[in-house]
C-alpha cells in the first residue's frame, strides 16, 4: 500500500527535470513565430488604414478614463495562455496540447508585431513595443513558468492504467503556488496595461502620424 500510495503522488512527475521540457516549449514557440512571421507576408495593404483606426481608438479609451471597457478584454489577453497551461497538466491530452499552445502563442505574436512593421515600417517596431513589449514581459516567462511542470504532470497522467501507477498524479502544493504567484503578477500586469501602454502608445502615434 505504502509503494502505490508513493507511486500515485510522484511529485517529481512534475517538477523533475523541467529544463529539457522548457527548451522543448521554447522550440515549438520559435517555430509559431516563424510561421507568423511567414504568414504576415500576405497582408494586404489596406491593413495599416485599419490598424491606425484601432490605435487612434484604443489610446481615446485610454485618455477619456474609459479604463473598465478594457479591463475584461485586458484580464482575457493576460489570462488566456498561462491558465491554459496550468489547466493542460491535469488531463493527458495536454502532452499535444501544450506544445501546440505554446506554438499558438508564438504564432499570433509575431503575426501581430510583423502586421505592424508590414503596415509602417520601422516605425511599425515602436508602435509594436508599445502594445505589445510590457504584456509580453509579463506573459511570456508566466506561461514557460506553469507549461514546463503542466507538461511533466499531462504526460504522467499518459501511465495512469498501464500496471506501473494506479492512483492518478496531483498537482501538490507547489504547484497550487506557482499558480497563484502567477495569477498576482498577471493582476499586476492587468493594471499597468491600462495606464502605461495607452501613454506610451500615444507618444509612438504623436510621432508617426502627425
Do not use: H, N
Amino acid at each position: 500500500m505504502r509503494r502505490l500510495k508513493g507511486k500515485g503522488r510522484v511529485p517529481g512527475g512534475q517538477e523533475g527535470a523541467p529544463l529539457p521540457r522548457l527548451v522543448l516549449l521554447a522550440i515549438f514557440f520559435l517555430a509559431g513565430v516563424f510561421l507568423g512571421q511567414v504568414l504576415a507576408r500576405s497582408v494586404p495593404e489596406r491593413t495599416g488604414t485599419e490598424l491606425e483606426q484601432y490605435l487612434t481608438g484604443f489610446v481615446q479609451v485610454g485618455a477619456e478614463g474609459r479604463q473598465a471597457k478594457t479591463l475584461l478584454s485586458a484580464m482575457v489577453i493576460y489570462f488566456r495562455y498561462p491558465v491554459a497551461a496550468f489547466v493542460l497538466g491535469f488531463v493527458s491530452a495536454g502532452v499535444v496540447l501544450l506544445p501546440a499552445v505554446s506554438a499558438v502563442f508564438g504564432f499570433f505574436l509575431s503575426f501581430s508585431v510583423c502586421c505592424f512593421t508590414a503596415a509602417f515600417g520601422e516605425d511599425g517596431v515602436l508602435l509594436a513595443l508599445a502594445v505589445f513589449g510590457f504584456r509580453c514581459m509579463v506573459t511570456m516567462p508566466c506561461f514557460f513558468w506553469l507549461a514546463a511542470p503542466s507538461w511533466g504532470l499531462a504526460a504522467s497522467r499518459l501511465s495512469v492504467g498501464s500496471g506501473r501507477r494506479s492512483v492518478p498524479p496531483v498537482c501538490g502544493r507547489s504547484g497550487w503556488l506557482r499558480f497563484g504567484a502567477v495569477c498576482g503578477v498577471l493582476l499586476a500586469g492587468v493594471c499597468v496595461e491600462l495606464f502605461l501602454p495607452p501613454y506610451f502608445l500615444r507618444l509612438v502615434l504623436e510621432r508617426i502620424l502627425i
